[in-house]
Every structure is written in C-alpha cells, then in structure tokens.
C-alpha cells in the first residue's frame, strides 16, 4: 500500500488506473475497506476500458465496506451486472458466486453456478464453490461430494476418496444422490488400487539397486 500510495503522492505511477488498483487491492487484504473503494472508484474514473477485474475491486470493496443491507445489495447488483457483462470471465463469474454465499443466497449461489459456462465441470473450481454453498445449507452428502470431486480433478485421489467416504456416511442426499456418490466410491477404489498394483509392479521390475533406494 505504501508503494502505491508513493508513486501516486510523487506522479511516477507508469499507470494512474493500474496504481489506484494496487492501492485499492491492497487496502481490501488490509482490511481497510472504505480506502479500498475510494481507490477503486478512483481507478475506474481515471480509465475508459473496460475490466473484469476492477469491477470486481469495485463490487468487493462497496460490499466490504457497506454499512447497511441496502449498500450490501448494490455491490451484490454490480457483482451481478459484472458476471452478466462479463460471462466468460472467470473472476467476474466466481466473484458474484461469492458475495452470493456472503449475502446467504446459497441456493441462488448453487443454481448460478450450475447454469453459467466460465467455470466449468473439469475445473477443481467449480467444486470447492459448489462445495461451500452446500456446506452452508447444511447439506452434508452434497458437501463432501462435490470436495471429493475438487480433489480428484486435483489428482489426489485418497483425499477425494475420503471426501466422498464421508458423503455416503453422512447419507443426507435424495436416492439419485446416493447412487451417484456409491458408484463414485467404487470407480475410485478401483483407479487407486490398479495405480497400487501398477506402482508395486514397477517397483519389482526395477533393478536391485533402484529397489533399495525406493
């Protein structure tokens, strides 16, 4: 914060919109909300592009340093707005499920998610938001379905196995749930064991030296 703040106070910013933003950003991890926006808005007058990532400054820092629910609302309409101009963005989509799930909109935070395109399906993403607006509804089997899932799309596939482990005891979700997370559990079961076998294959092919070494 103090760099970008001394290269606005001495003008030897490269950028004005570029150092209002680093300023800004800098302040919201600080914790100082009310400077955040006033950077932010700054930054947005001090330019004529447009930009996903500013728009978000914007929204997360009027939400942040809102001081009632209707100030709330209006950074939940920006963020909305963001996500709707923006809709193969990633940080404009990813941002309006967030303050979502901060307004307790989780369900509304759940179909947004299942609806829009910039995060899709084999993002590791995509889960760990699912994932939170299910823990936050109490939704358990849901929960730790979609984590499971997170990890696996990770590669690490005991931590999803785990994850999906506690899903099907949990046992919270409709039938066709329960189905899913019991195949689930089998097909990763069967992947770790195969890569198990396949590893203590490669070890005893491995010359005597490498095998001491292992």
């Known amino acids: 914060l103090d760099y970008f703040n001394s290269q606005l106070k001495n003008?030897?910013?490269?950028?004005?919109?570029?150092?209002?933003?680093?300023?800004?950003?800098?302040?919201?991890?600080?914790?100082m909300p009310d400077l955040a926006l006033e950077n932010a808005l700054a930054a947005r007058r001090a330019t004529t592009?447009?930009?996903?990532?500013?728009?978000?400054?914007?929204?997360?820092?009027?939400?942040?340093?809102?001081?009632?629910d209707a100030e709330r609302r209006e950074a939940l309409e920006m963020a909305r707005d963001g996500a709707a101009r923006y809709p193969l963005s990633t940080v404009a989509v990813a941002h309006f499920v967030d303050l979502l799930n901060k307004s307790n909109q989780?369900?509304?935070?759940?179909d947004f998610l299942r609806a829009q395109v910039a995060i899709t399906r084999t993002q590791a993403g995509y889960y760990a938001l699912l994932g939170r607006s299910y823990e936050s509804l109490g939704k358990k089997s849901l929960h730790h379905q979609a984590m499971g899932e997170m990890y696996a799309l990770l590669g690490v596939k005991p931590a999803a196995l785990q994850q999906l482990e506690q899903a099907?005891?949990?046992?919270?979700?409709?039938?066709?749930?329960?189905?899913?997370?019991?195949?689930?559990?089998?097909?990763?079961?069967?992947?770790?064991?195969?890569?198990?076998?396949a590893a203590r294959e490669s070890g005893r092919g491995a010359p005597p030296e490498a095998r001491k070494a292992r």
Do not use: C, W
């Open 49 to 68: 592009a447009s930009s996903a990532i500013l728009d978000k400054l914007v929204s997360e820092s009027r939400f942040a340093a809102a001081k009632s």
């Open 168 to 197: 099907r005891r949990a046992n919270d979700g409709d039938f066709y749930t329960m189905s899913e997370i019991d195949a689930r559990v089998r097909e990763l079961q069967s992947e770790i064991k195969r890569e198990q076998e």
């Open 11 to 31: 003008r030897t910013a490269a950028s004005e919109p570029a150092a209002r933003y680093g300023a800004g950003f800098a302040a919201l991890k600080l914790n």
């Open 106 to 110: 989780h369900q509304q935070a759940i």
